[in-house]
Nanobody
Framework: QVTLVESGGGLVQAGGSLRLSCQASGRTLSFYVMAWFRQAPGKEREFVAA????????NYADSVKGRFTISRDNAKNTVSLQMNNPKPEGTAVYYC?????????????????WGQGTQVAVSS
């Protein structure tokens, strides 16, 4: 089992940038496909981005493609989400998630381990 802890959330202006980090402990991160999801108030949790075990493949939601970048450092057991040009509709709690199978799934039920989330507020 892996334990995930997110950090880096806060208030950011639309058009600015913010970097979220997810620190893993327990099992080595390289065993897992990693992803970021987000949940806005009153809405269902939605997929943001996913990255393969090696970091060689990524997948993004259309709403963030070209603006957000997911990356990982298996040696440091960390996954990051670089958010460039965020939009007010991106205000949400952002969650880091892990799954021990190889596919870059976009549905939250496919991920078995979750962090507690970090709040991101994007002001217009």
């Amino acid at each position: 089992q892996v334990t995930l802890v997110e950090s880096g959330g806060g208030l950011v202006q639309a058009g600015g940038s913010l970097r979220l980090s997810c620190q893993a402990s327990g099992r080595t991160l390289s065993f897992y496909v990693m992803a970021w999801f987000r949940q806005a108030p009153g809405k269902e949790r939605e997929f943001v981005a996913a990255i393969s075990r090696s970091g060689g493949s990524t997948n993004y939601a259309d709403s963030v493609k070209g603006r957000f970048t997911i990356s990982r450092d298996n040696a440091k057991n960390t996954v990051s989400l670089q958010m460039n040009n965020p939009k007010p509709e991106g205000t949400a709690v952002y969650y880091c998630a892990a799954r021990d199978s190889g596919l870059l799934e976009t549905t939250d039920w496919a991920y078995g381990s979750w962090g507690q989330g970090t709040q991101v507020a994007v002001s217009s």
